[in-house]
């Protein structure tokens, strides 16, 4: 399984702002994952993205992904205090027994 | 929802003790994994499991050793516990043949 590599390192916004967060990837993926881990809910999964697929919607969630590019993007509109947390993409290339690999992540400071 | 617990939120051990870190899922799921989650070192991957007494090594195996004697339940075994491996210690599962990964809420190991 490969690592996305997440960016920026670390992201500090307002309340009510949108965030952005950009991932890259090396080589030809399945669908590519996204995941958040805080503090009080742990790790947990966001959404998933499959490789034929340009962009998903999730509240206000929204996820892009580019092949060409090997790219994707998170976007969350009007961020809340609650989306503090850390964001984690992970591409994978269709793996035996669903092995992921994890990045360092894109630590996420939204301040009310 | 699916559900994964861990057995302990905190645990304290002395170093050369015999540690075991018990998780159980309840969705019947077939893949379960165990990682470690240091600061600057990001998730990897220890052991992982795709059936009842089956068992792979993942990327940081030395030191560890696991047991699934039933499908709901994945124990990380620490042999003689060191200090380098105090750390944050979580458990995950998925369906066979999908990649979505369900986390426990993690158990923070401190060995003295």
């Known amino acids: 399984s490969q690592q996305g590599e997440e960016d920026p390192q670390a992201l500090s916004i307002q309340e009510g702002e949108n965030a952005t967060m950009n991932c890259s990837y090396k080589?030809?993926?399945?669908?590519l994952q996204w995941y958040r881990q805080n503090s009080g809910r742990g790790l947990v999964h966001l959404i998933l993205i499959r490789s034929n697929e340009r962009e998903k919607h999730s509240g206000r969630l929204r996820v892009t992904l580019d092949t060409s590019k090997k790219s994707s993007s998170l976007l969350i509109t009007a961020s809340r205090a609650a989306d503090t947390a850390s964001y984690f993409c992970v591409p994978s290339g269709g793996t035996s027994y669903g092995k992921l690999t994890f990045g360092q992540g894109t630590i996420l400071t939204v301040h009310p | 929802d699916v559900k994964v617990t861990q057995s302990s939120r905190y645990l304290v051990k002395r170093t050369g003790e015999k540690v075991f870190l018990e998780c159980v899922q309840d969705?019947?799921?077939?893949?379960m994994f165990w990682y470690r989650q240091d600061p600057g070192l990001g998730l990897r991957l220890i052991y992982f499991?795709?059936?009842?007494?089956?068992?792979e090594k993942g990327d940081i195996p030395e030191g560890y050793s696991v047991s699934r004697e039933k499908k709901e339940r994945f124990s990380l075994i620490l042999e003689s516990a060191s200090t380098n491996q105090t750390s944050m210690y979580l458990c995950?599962?998925?369906?066979?043949?999908?990649?979505?990964?369900?986390f426990g809420p993690g158990t923070r190991l401190l060995v003295l």
């Open positions: 995950a599962s998925s369906h066979s043949g999908q990649e979505t990964q369900y």
């Open positions: 499991s795709y059936d009842v007494k089956m068992k």
């Open positions: 080589t030809s993926i399945n669908n």
């Open positions: 969705m019947d799921h077939e893949n």
